[in-house]
């Protein structure tokens, strides 16, 4: 079954940085496009990233974009979201996603999330 | 950027009601790019609903998509104790890959 396993999240200081792991099983890694979604403490989803299935397309939200960066390796069916620069507006339980195809939009698996925390 | 709207906030019903909940674009989502998903608490999303209407593997026929355009609606024909939740409606038409507010469904 399909398995999406999220780490690195903590607590971090305003403008340092974070890296994200998502370690997948269950499927054919290197086949799917990859999201990551996050939500703050209480509210709703926010779509943040997607990578395509080679890693050579990235989408990002405008929120985060020039501050995060999306990446996988395929031989490692691992996917990471560098995050710089943070600001507190970053708190949240950041999802890792699998697409339900090589890249659709839409999401048919998910993580059970990391919580990142932005504080002083 | 297309920006979703989903109403009501919160939806009031007993178990074996009708629960009918709406997303609505900001401008059109021409080839029903649509997603409905389910969140309960401590939970992650679970998908429910894409192409606006077809319902992903392993989902009750009781949930039911419908629209297209700008209009979509969730309709969960009788509510069960486990539908109590929160659902997002989200399109993939364009990136970024918005989701709406979010409908919390809860117990009457």
């Known amino acids: 079954q399909v398995q999406l396993v999220e780490s690195g999240g903590g607590v971090v200081q305003p403008g340092r940085s974070l890296r994200l792991s998502c370690a997948a099983s269950?499927?054919?890694?290197?086949?799917?496009?990859m999201h990551w979604v996050r939500q703050a403490p209480g509210k709703g989803l926010e779509w943040v990233a997607i990578?395509?299935?080679?890693?050579?397309?990235?989408y990002y939200a405008d929120s985060v974009k020039g501050r995060f960066t999306s990446s996988r390796d395929n031989s490692k069916n691992t996917l990471y979201l560098q995050m710089n620069s943070l600001r507190a507006e970053d708190t949240a339980v950041y999802y890792c996603?699998?697409?339900?195809?090589?890249?659709?939009?839409?999401?048919?698996?998910w993580g059970q999330g990391t919580l990142v925390t932005v504080s002083s | 950027e297309i920006v979703l709207t989903q109403s009501p906030g919160t939806l009031s019903l007993s178990s074996g009601e009708r629960a009918t909940l709406s997303c609505r674009a900001s401008?059109?989502?021409?080839?029903?790019?649509l997603a409905w998903y389910q969140q309960k608490p401590g939970q992650a999303p679970r998908l429910l609903i894409y192409?606006?209407?077809s319902r992903a593997t392993g989902i009750p026929d009781r949930f039911s998509g419908s629209g297209s355009g700008t209009d979509f609606t969730l309709t969960i024909s009788r509510l069960e104790p486990e539908d109590f939740a929160v659902y997002y409606c989200?399109?993939?038409?364009?990136?970024?890959?918005?989701f709406g507010p979010g409908t919390k469904v809860d117990i009457k």
């Open positions: 996603a699998k697409d339900a195809h090589f890249w659709s939009g839409y999401i048919d698996y």
């Open positions: 269950g499927f054919t890694f290197s086949s799917y496009g």
């Open positions: 990578i395509s299935y080679d890693g050579s397309k990235k």
């Open positions: 401008q059109s989502v021409s080839r029903s790019y």
């Open positions: 192409g606006a209407s």
């Open positions: 989200q399109q993939y038409e364009n990136s970024p890959f918005t």
